[in-house]
């Protein structure tokens, strides 16, 4: 899928909930897959390949969550991609205005590659993220994501694509 690499590409529905995605794979990875000896179960492409050829899908299909990719391709057409990308931009600089206003670092050294869909935030030492998480979870009710496995306790990560169209 771009610079040699053959793999399994997966991308999440558009503004969709999380648990819907699209796969594509090629046909080396497909093979990889065939003599892997790890144990699959929804990588199992021979199964899934077979089961689509007759228009089925061999697992229970998760059905909520195409309506509600529906709902959001309704909207993403409601709105214009001009329209996500701004609001995406808008909410994404609110985000990186309140963490800096916090005193917290954005991960990111860079401002021209920062992200519009996720803030990863640098907690001051002897801080700890999953406090901070566990805090506004609490008081908040928001769930914001962990860092990624091996980074320091430090480090958190903010989604900031907000579903809202103010």
């Not at 999380?18 to 790890?38: D, P, T, V």
């Not at 993220?129 to 928001?142: F, N, P, S, V």
Request: charged residues 25%.
């Amino acid at each position: 899928m771009g610079r040699g690499r053959d793999r399994c590409r997966l991308a999440e529905g558009p503004d969709a909930a999380a648990g819907l995605s699209f796969n594509a794979i090629s046909e080396k990875a497909r093979k990889a897959a065939q003599s892997a000896r790890l144990p699959k179960s929804y990588w199992a492409w021979d199964e899934i390949i077979a089961a689509n050829k007759t228009g089925y899908f061999p697992y229970t299909p998760a059905t909520n969550l195409l309506y509600g990719l529906r709902e959001a391709i309704d909207m993403l057409q409601e709105e214009g991609l001009h329209g996500v990308f701004a609001r995406h931009a808008r909410h994404a600089e609110a985000t990186r205005r309140a963490v800096r206003a916090w005193g917290l670092e954005i991960l990111c050294a860079n401002a021209e590659e920062y992200s519009n869909t996720l803030t990863a935030v640098m907690m001051p030492a002897g801080h700890d993220a999953d406090a901070l998480r566990k805090t506004i979870l609490e008081a908040y009710d928001m769930s914001l994501g962990t860092a990624w496995e091996g980074s320091p306790a430090r480090c958190s990560a903010s989604a900031t694509s907000a579903t809202s169209t103010t």
